[in-house]
């Protein structure tokens, strides 16, 4: 952990302490901000229920309020100018090896939660890129890992436990609630406080990643499937710059006993010879290991270790989904702009995304290609940058990432969360006052 780190999270250890449990919130002497740093929260009343039944008493007690996880969104999804509510007292785990299932307290870390259930033999199906965030607040914003067959982290849940706007607990299950359990999982914090999460299991594997270097984009032109079909989860990373990929991370999922042997080249990228970190000059001791030396699915499939910081840290992040089978066209397209992106970018990640069924999810009904950029902390140039990208993007129906900078208008969120309109009639029954929502919400969803 580093330095910056380290004094984050005791702040937040000490800021834990001195917040009342259920009395009335207390004032904090530091401003609050997301893990970035680009937000400064506008309320200093943060309630920490020990249990569920806290979290009950403090639904009911606040006219206005939001969940807050672990802090690690771009924009102001998880903000509130009167009251959040942390969940980071609820982290229990409790493993049902028959029904093949995880039940967890909604503010459990997926850093935390997979070496228990490795432990006793069981996997999740995928992770995102870092294991610092919460499972709540992951499967709130549809947060996604990569491979063609694989759904988003929200895909796994199986059952919700909601303290909803009147202090009433809801249990929707994917087996019994049907439409009500798709609307409510990628939930954006306005449902309710999700108290329990329920996630499928399966029998944990081993992993080996390997890295290529320059990849020409030309290839992607005639094998795109292949390429991002090449393993189990598999991210391209570029700079826009000469027309490539810089590096490609292949995540390849070993069968039992298998020898996993990687060749030396990659549709004409080269195997690199030593470890990387997907920006190019940072150091890789943060990255997971990679060489092809295979290890548990929780130490690979994230692209950064739990006890580093991930990424770059002081940065901003933009991510649009299209559909996959224009991928490459949209890359074409994004491409246009190299020379305005690249000086404000850290790197730019692709990743592919299977179709689901949950409303709010990025990747709702249409099989993605998600385009991610890590810019600079530069918000002043990058704000002018994003219109330009999702001018460029239009034609491909792009969906903005819930938890990250974008700036889309609100009137054109319908065309491309084709249930929207039935998520917020769920938002009206669940809550008739809008306990639940914020600006953002009712910015980019109820303003039109
Ligand atoms: C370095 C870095 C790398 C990232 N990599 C990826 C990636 O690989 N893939 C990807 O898709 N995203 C990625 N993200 C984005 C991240 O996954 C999302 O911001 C995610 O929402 C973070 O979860 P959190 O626990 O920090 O939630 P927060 O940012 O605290 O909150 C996000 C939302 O969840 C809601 N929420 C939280 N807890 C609850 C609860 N108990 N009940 C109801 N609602 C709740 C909040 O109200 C808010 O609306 C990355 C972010 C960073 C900083």
């Not at 491979?147 to 202090?167: M, Y």
């Not at 770059?312 to 074409?332: H, K, M, N, W």
Request: proline share 6%; glycine share 6%; hydrophobic share 40%.
């Amino acid at each position: 952990m580093n330095k910056r780190d380290f004094l984050k999270s005791s702040g937040a250890i000490v800021a834990g302490s001195i917040i009342s449990q259920l009395a009335p919130a207390q004032q904090q002497p530091a401003p609050r901000e997301n893990w970035a740093g680009n937000i400064t929260y506008s309320t200093d009343h943060v309630h920490s229920p020990a249990n569920a039944e806290e979290v009950r008493a403090v639904v009911k007690s606040c006219s206005k309020l939001r969940a807050l996880g672990s802090r690690h969104s771009f924009n102001r999804i998880a903000d509130s100018t009167q009251n959040q509510v942390s969940l980071q007292h609820l982290d229990q785990i409790d493993i049902d090896d028959k029904a093949r299932t995880v039940t967890v307290g909604a503010g459990i870390k997926y850093g935390q939660l997979a070496p228990v259930i490795d432990a006793r033999g069981f996997a999740l199906h995928n992770l995102a890129s870092l294991p610092h965030i919460s499972v709540a607040g992951a499967i709130a914003t549809a947060t996604h890992g990569s491979g063609i067959h694989n759904g988003n982290l929200a895909t796994a849940v199986r059952a919700l436990e909601i303290v909803t706007a009147n202090g009433e607990v809801i249990h929707l299950s994917r087996d019994k609630d049907g439409d009500q359990f798709l609307g409510a999982v990628v939930g954006l914090g306005a449902v309710g406080v999700v108290t329990r999460v329920t996630l499928d299991l399966q029998p944990t594997f081993q992993v080996a990643q390997t890295v290529y270097q320059n990849l020409n984009f030309d290839q992607l032109a005639h094998n795109f499937d292949a390429i991002f079909g090449a393993g189990y989860s598999v991210s391209l990373f570029t700079d826009w710059q000469h027309h490539q990929a810089t590096q490609v991370w292949i995540k390849h999922r070993l069968s039992a006993n298998e020898k996993h042997e990687t060749p030396a080249e990659f549709y004409g990228a080269k195997r690199a010879t030593e470890k990387l970190h997907p920006i190019t000059g940072h150091p890789a001791e943060s990255c997971t290991e990679q060489m092809g030396i295979p290890g548990p699915w929780y130490e690979r499939l994230p692209h950064f270790k739990m006890n580093f910081t991930p990424s770059s840290g002081r940065e901003l992040q933009t991510e649009y989904f299209v559909p996959r089978d224009r991928g490459y066209e949209a890359i074409v397209a994004v491409e246009k702009l190299r020379d305005q992106i690249t000086p404000h970018l850290f790197v730019t990640e692709l990743r592919t995304i299977a179709a689901d069924d949950l409303w709010m999810s990025m990747a709702y009904q249409r099989d993605s290609l998600a385009i991610h950029f890590t810019w600079k902390p530069e918000w002043e140039t990058v704000k002018q940058i994003l219109p330009q990208i999702e001018a460029q993007l239009k034609p491909f129906d792009p969906r903005p990432h819930w938890a990250k900078l974008f700036t889309i208008p609100p009137s054109s969120l319908p065309a491309q969360y084709t249930r929207l309109s039935n998520f917020k009639q769920m938002l009206q029954h669940y809550d008739p006052e809008g306990k639940f929502r914020n600006d953002f919400i009712e910015s980019n969803l109820f303003a039109t």
